[in-house]
């Protein structure tokens, strides 16, 4: 995160006193004109002003005991790396930010997957089995709900298979298509069901062939888990009824506690 200090010669103080100049210039504008972004800006430089102060304390791991890094894995001793993002994530949650999305790219695996698969799996399966669990002995786990996934699943057969008639080519050197029909997310805490799955997929894992979940579906039921009523967010925009399940959705109640 960059630009956390204060320029050189500028204090914490200093600081105080030209934001509260800034808000005080901008309503005099917002008065003038009766615009409500610039209400917008003020808070937005206050937001910003609030996070400088507040991140080096949320990056400070110094009392964090070693019981947690053996938890998420030694990985997470490096800044940058999945499981310290995981950790850093169960520390913005207990700080109530409300929403915290951790990245992990590269997934597009066409070719080479055997290396390339197993070595994300490494980078990702114990940072995110140690957040739940993490989640689950503070007693944050059931009002936190984590989603795990991607935008598409991958074909269960191969892609650039070996032929043996290529000299580049490794029994390794395989990977798979993209694959929208069927894939998988999981989910835990936040009120749904754990230790089981929900809907099937035929033999060759083309089609849903057992309770299908749409992606509007899957929203919705997000929705409901934060308490809130998918079918109330609607808005009439050119004629047309808007929301943020477009005009479709059902909660999956089936997946829930």
């Not at 790396?81 to 951790?102: D, K």
């Not at 997957?113 to 989640?135: E, I, K, N, Y």
Request: glycine share 10%; charged share 25%; net charge negative.
């Amino acid at each position: 995160m960059l630009y956390l200090s204060n320029p050189e010669g500028v204090d914490q103080a200093s600081r105080r006193r030209f934001l509260d100049d800034l808000a005080a210039l901008n309503q005099v504008e917002r008065e003038r004109t009766g615009d409500p972004e610039i209400e917008a800006r003020i808070s937005q430089y206050e937001m910003a002003a609030r996070m400088q102060l507040s991140v080096p304390e949320l990056t400070d791991f110094s009392k964090e005991p070693e019981s947690t890094f053996e938890l998420y894995g030694p990985e997470s001793r490096t800044p940058g790396t999945f499981a310290r993002n995981c950790l850093i994530a169960r520390r913005l949650a207990e700080r109530g930010v409300r929403f915290i999305q951790v990245l992990h790219r590269g997934w597009d695996q066409h070719a080479n997957l055997p290396t390339l698969l197993a070595g994300q799996a490494h980078d990702v399966d114990q940072g995110s089995a140690a957040l739940v669990q993490d989640l689950k002995q503070r007693g944050m786990l059931d009002d936190t709900l984590i989603l795990w996934g991607g935008e598409f699943g991958r074909t269960v057969y191969g892609q650039f298979g070996f032929t043996g008639g290529n000299t580049t080519e490794t029994p390794t050197s395989y990977g798979r298509d993209h694959h929208v029909r069927c894939y998988t997310v999981w989910m835990a805490g936040g009120g749904v069901k754990p230790g089981f799955s929900y809907g099937e997929t035929d033999d060759f894992s083309y089609n849903i062939v057992k309770d299908p979940v749409h992606i509007h579906d899957l929203h919705a039921t997000i929705l409901n888990r934060l308490g809130i009523d998918h079918t109330k967010l609607t808005y009439r925009f050119m004629g047309r009824d808007f929301r943020l399940t477009d005009t479709a959705g059902q909660v999956v109640k089936g997946v829930l506690v």
